[in-house]
């Protein structure tokens, strides 16, 4: 059986996503206290995917039956042609793309315009309705930069979601923020809200919960060190990848990565990842 | 302290697990290899039918693994194939005559030449003359001759890689 069969019968079983995930880099320009991966503005080894690189992928991607690319870090738009990179990849399948949303310059936006005509949503980071509460957890001036950011986006017609992370928020902190997003005009499908999963730099930090095995739905996902099982494997403790949740280090072509991947996914239990919303 | 990260069942990549005992224990080498578990799917394979019996007895392959080690001065592999070479039948008399620690003359004159061949394999590969190779096969066939040195090439491989990375000989 091709791999490109192998896939779907995964993905219809329910054994995996039907999503690619891309590491664009480990880079950042914030420092979070629940980062799996490390990132940070001065992170020794950036893990940086090349733009052709991860077009590549993505092309390889569509290929074996891929439905949709996810694009994270580290932050996304630490990356130069970033926005040129992202059109391209949402040209080829439907993608979102993971951000900070605290880079978007006059001069970025506008270079983000095309993205308005193509299937991509970027996907924002936001923990909290109140600056004070939001900016402990992700950075100073985090807060209005998104605040500054989100309008900006939609006002391009460039879809927008909103990620928020919880660790000790509580309910009523919860429904101000949908407040919020919703007065943006962005619905509730487009909010995620996903615990802190205790791996890397949350592991350390003794934050976060363990997800069990059936917790986390495998979706294959690349970096720079190889391909994981799903996008929180790839993490990092101490400068160091974690290992074990990898699957192949190569990762070219995407079709050798695949049949790892889904050789491992066989033999794993069906999972389910709607009782953590870990995605 | 070896170089590379020498990985426990737990933290190896999931396609490495298997290299691992039901304990979790691995050898440094398995450990230390698990970080590549794309290139063990063949790698693994491979050097077990190479240092396996083969068309050559394990005595005389053990004593050809412990001299190439010795050449390289490969501390990891001659901690654990000089225990393994007494094991499949080599006597300590050679062992230790391989080891450089008394003359090779007290080998017989088979294992003598096969050292002879080997030592010129690994040291001047280009020195070997026909000469030699017609005596070495006065022992051996044609096809123990390419196992042998497949054996050997395999054994450098092991050697450079343990000395390179340092690689704590098994306690």
Redesign the interface.
């Known amino acids: 059986m091709s791999a490109r069969d192998t896939l779907a019968t995964a993905v219809e079983e329910g054994r995996c996503g039907d999503r690619l995930w891309l590491y664009a880099t480990y880079h950042c320009n914030l420092s979070c206290g629940y980062c799996l991966t490390e990132s940070m503005p001065g992170i020794a080894n950036r893990r940086t995917l090349s733009s052709g690189m991860l077009i590549r992928l993505a092309r390889e991607a569509r290929e074996l039956g891929f439905e949709a690319i996810g694009i994270t870090g580290g932050e996304l738009f630490m990356l130069p042609d970033a926005a040129e990179t992202l059109a391209e990849i949402a040209s080829l399948l439907p993608t979102v793309a993971l951000t900070n949303a605290t880079l978007f310059t006059d001069r970025l936006l506008e270079r983000l315009a095309p993205l308005a005509d193509l299937d991509i949503a970027l996907q924002i980071s936001l923990d909290s309705d109140s600056p004070d509460r939001n900016d402990a957890l992700r950075g100073p001036e985090n807060f209005a930069r998104v605040e500054r950011a989100i309008p900006a986006l939609l006002e391009r017609g460039i879809r927008v979601r909103i990620a928020t992370t919880v660790e000790d928020q509580t309910e009523a902190e919860l429904a101000r923020l949908c407040a919020l997003h919703r007065s943006w005009g962005i619905s509730d499908d487009d909010h995620l809200v996903r615990g802190v999963v205790r791996r890397g730099r949350a592991e350390l930090a003794g934050m976060g919960i363990t997800p069990g095995p059936t917790d986390i739905l495998p979706e294959l996902t690349i970096t720079a060190d190889g391909a994981f ?1 799903h996008p929180f494997g790839p993490t990092v403790r101490h400068g ?1 990848t ?9 990762v070219l072509p995407l079709e050798r990565a695949a049949e ?1 991947f889904l ?2 996914v066989s033999d794993q239990p069906v999972g389910t990842d709607v009782a953590r919303n870990i995605r | 302290m070896s170089r590379l990260r020498l990985l426990q069942r737990d933290e190896a990549p999931l396609p490495a697990r298997t290299i691992y005992a039901a304990d979790g224990s691995a050898s440094p080498l398995k450990r230390s290899l698990a970080n590549a578990p794309d290139l063990l799917e063949t790698l693994l394979p491979f050097l077990g039918q190479i240092y396996d019996e083969g068309a050559v007895d394990l005595a005389t392959k053990e004593l050809v693994v412990v001299r190439v080690s010795q050449l390289n001065a490969c501390r990891y592999c001659l901690a654990a194939h000089r225990p393994l070479a007494l094991e499949c039948g080599v006597g300590p008399e050679q062992l230790a005559a391989v080891c450089d620690e008394i003359p090779l003359e007290v080998l017989a004159e088979r294992e003598r030449t096969i050292i002879e061949w080997a030592d010129c394999y690994v040291l001047d590969p280009a020195g070997i003359t026909d000469q030699l190779v017609a005596r070495v096969l006065d022992h051996l066939r044609d096809d123990q001759l390419v196992e042998l040195a497949l054996l050997i090439g395999a054994t450098q491989l092991l050697n450079h890689f343990c000395t390179a990375f340092d690689i704590p000989p098994t306690a």
């Open positions: 099982l160091v974690d290992l074990d949740l990898l699957v192949s280090r190569q790892r050789r491992i």
